[in-house]
């Protein structure tokens, strides 16, 4: 069956980093686009990034460009998002999901992980 | 940016009554291939969101029939015949059809009464 783990969630301090992990299994890996999805606490629901099957098309939400850093290991089944110059507003439980080509829609969630940045 | 407008916000049903979500796109949700990309995904409490319905009416598998959808060009409509307490959460919508950018709609909170 899919399963989606992420990993890497904490708390941060404004203007710091942070790597976001997802590990894949259930499904082949290398065929699917990936994306991140957060949830600010108590919100609704933000795309995040997406990225190719190959790792040659990637596009980002534009509240996140320029800081966010979307990328894939095929080899190992996972996907990373780096986070960079994080803000407050960055608060959010991080989603990693796997877009199905037919729909073009996430179709198998993670449990999410919970990025806190806050001094 | 497509905006997606869903209502009600909240939603009291009572056990075993139907209950209906409507989502309204700022613009057109017919892709240029034909397909209109809206989808509608359940997040129950504490838990991850699931989809449940992808090109405004095909249930995903395990998805009880209850569930169904409608709609199109810029009106869709989730619909549950016969509510049951393990629907209580939250709906959103989503489109995928103006690519790269996916929107949700703010989501809409099921209890029961």
């Known amino acids: 069956q899919v399963q989606l783990v992420e990993s890497g969630g904490g708390l941060v301090k404004p203007g710091g980093s942070l790597r976001l992990s997802c590990a894949a299994s259930?499904?082949?890996?290398?065929?699917?686009?990936m994306s991140w999805i957060r949830q600010a606490p108590g919100k609704g629901l933000e795309w995040v990034s997406y990225?190719?099957?190959?790792?040659?098309?990637?596009y980002y939400a534009d509240s996140v460009k320029g800081r966010f850093t979307i990328s894939r290991d095929n080899a190992k089944n996972s996907l990373y998002l780096q986070m960079n110059s994080l803000r407050a507003e960055d608060t959010a439980v991080y989603y990693c999901a796997r877009v199905s080509s037919s729909s073009w829609s996430p179709d198998y969630w993670g449990q999410g992980t919970l990025v806190t940045v806050s001094s | 940016d497509v905006v997606m407008t869903q209502s009600p916000l909240s939603l009291p049903v009572t056990l075993g009554q139907p209950a209906s979500i409507s989502c309204r796109s700022s613009q057109s949700l017919v892709h240029s291939d034909g397909n209109t990309y809206l989808n509608w995904f359940q997040q129950r409490p504490g838990q991850s969101p699931r989809r449940l319905i992808y090109k405004v009416s095909n249930r995903d598998s395990g998805v009880p029939d209850r569930f169904s959808g409608s709609g199109s060009g810029t009106d869709f409509t989730l619909k549950i015949s016969r509510v049951e307490a393990e629907d209580v959460g939250v709906y959103y919508c989503?489109?995928?059809?103006?690519?790269?950018?996916?929107?949700f709609g703010q989501g809409t909170k099921v209890e029961i009464k």
């Open positions: 990225i190719s099957s190959s790792g040659s098309t990637i």
């Open positions: 259930g499904f082949t890996f290398s065929d699917y686009y």
């Open positions: 989503m489109q995928g059809t103006h690519w790269p950018q996916w929107t």
